[in-house]
């Protein structure tokens, strides 16, 4: 069964300059979830999707994220204009519903240094 | 809201000796506790879950027990491996989807 794949693994970027992370869940996975890592911290959620609907995106600094996932499959994480403080890992994840026992599949992550 | 406290940030132990990951949580719901397990430069990966009171769950050598009085649902092994060190997460979920990790705890097996 393939993984939960995420691209790039790695990015460096000046303040101010703009990125976006790509996800693509496990086939049939209806949850998305994107997580926030920072450095030597557990992953803190960012926003989750069930198919294209955002239900819960309340962490998201809306001011300068964005996330959407158009067809209930992809998804993308844009950050418009990166501050020091976004440097972090940044993790998605999929399971196949929205109840409290179900497992979270994680990818490897995106690792942003904003110098 | 909810929240997970991971008292060590850093665990250091010797091969063969046992293994206690502390994990504490705060919700006003009936919670699914999880253990999360972090290989160097791999995704973090289901170890452990619960929801049942009193009832020790086990995977792969480790195991925890959620007792709801005192809300912990510590790791244990009786043996550690040079292979067990990782970062391990303790998670929540109390309704949906919504998973909140605690900080994490490294721990490192030295030979």
């Known amino acids: 069964e393939a993984g939960v794949t995420q691209s790039p693994r790695y990015a460096v970027l000046q303040e101010g300059q703009a990125v976006s992370f790509w996800c693509d869940p496990i086939?049939?996975?209806?949850?998305l979830y994107w997580y926030q890592q920072p450095r030597d911290q557990g992953p803190q959620l960012l926003v989750y999707?069930?198919?294209?609907?955002?239900?819960?995106n309340s962490q998201l600094p809306s001011d300068r994220f964005s996330a959407v996932r158009p067809k209930g499959t992809n998804s993308t994480l844009k950050i418009q204009s990166a501050k020091q403080g976004d440097t972090a890992t940044y993790l998605c994840?999929?399971?196949?519903?929205?109840?409290?026992?179900?497992?979270?599949?994680f990818g490897h992550g995106t690792k942003l240094s904003v110098l | 809201g909810d929240s997970v406290t991971q008292t060590e940030g850093l665990v250091t132990l010797t091969k063969g000796l046992p293994v206690m990951l502390n994990c504490t949580y705060q919700?006003?719901?009936?919670?699914?506790l999880f253990w999360y397990v972090q290989h160097l430069n791999e995704a973090p990966k289901l170890l452990l879950k619960?929801?049942?009171?009193?009832k020790r769950t086990e995977h792969q050598g480790f195991y925890a027990t959620l007792h709801k009085s005192s809300s912990s649902f510590h790791l244990q092994k009786s043996s550690a491996q040079l292979s067990d060190s990782a970062l391990y997460y303790c998670?929540?979920?109390?309704?949906?989807?919504?998973?909140?990790f605690g900080g994490g705890t490294r721990l490192t097996v030295r030979p």
């Open positions: 919700t006003t719901y009936s919670p699914f």
């Open positions: 999707f069930r198919d294209e609907a955002v239900i819960d």
């Open positions: 086939s049939g996975h209806d949850t």
């Open positions: 619960s929801s049942t009171d009193n």
């Open positions: 994840a999929s399971s196949p519903g929205t109840i409290s026992n179900e497992r979270l599949f």
């Open positions: 998670a929540l979920n109390n309704a949906g989807a919504k998973l909140t």
